[in-house]
């Protein structure tokens, strides 16, 4: 549970990734918090299972502390998945 430090106001949480599907967002929310970076997950529920452009984006936030922190870990996350991907393609 969180303290009244970390409490989420929509006004002072940022968003530090934007996904297209839910589960996608759940995935980067999952990575921070086994760093243990609260997050929460913003964006609409929708009955349609295909991206309809901002309404169908789902925004990870964080603390603004932890901003910096929160999107180094999802770059250093993302390039580990480009290279792993890039070395087990066939020849």
Same mark, same amino acid.
């Given at each position: 549970?969180?303290?009244?430090d970390? #409490?989420?106001? =929509? #006004?002072?949480?940022?968003?530090?990734?934007?996904?297209?599907?839910?589960?996608?967002? #759940?995935?980067?929310?999952g +990575? +921070?918090?086994?760093e243990?970076?609260?997050?929460?997950?913003?964006?609409?529920? =929708?009955?349609?299972?295909?991206? %309809?452009?901002? %309404?169908?984006? =789902?925004?990870?936030?964080?603390?603004?502390? *932890?901003?910096?922190?929160?999107?180094? +870990?999802?770059?250093? *996350?993302?390039?580990?998945?480009?290279?792993? +991907? =890039? #070395?087990? %393609?066939?020849?």
């Amino acid at each position: 549970m969180a303290n009244d430090d970390t #409490e989420k106001t =929509s #006004e002072d949480w940022v968003e530090v990734a934007a996904a297209g599907e839910d589960d996608e967002a #759940e995935i980067i929310a999952g +990575l +921070l918090e086994s760093e243990d970076i609260p997050c929460e997950i913003e964006g609409p529920p =929708s009955p349609w299972p295909e991206d %309809l452009g901002a %309404l169908g984006v =789902s925004r990870v936030m964080v603390p603004p502390d *932890r901003a910096e922190e929160a999107r180094a +870990l999802i770059a250093e *996350r993302k390039k580990d998945a480009e290279r792993n +991907l =890039s #070395e087990n %393609l066939p020849e």
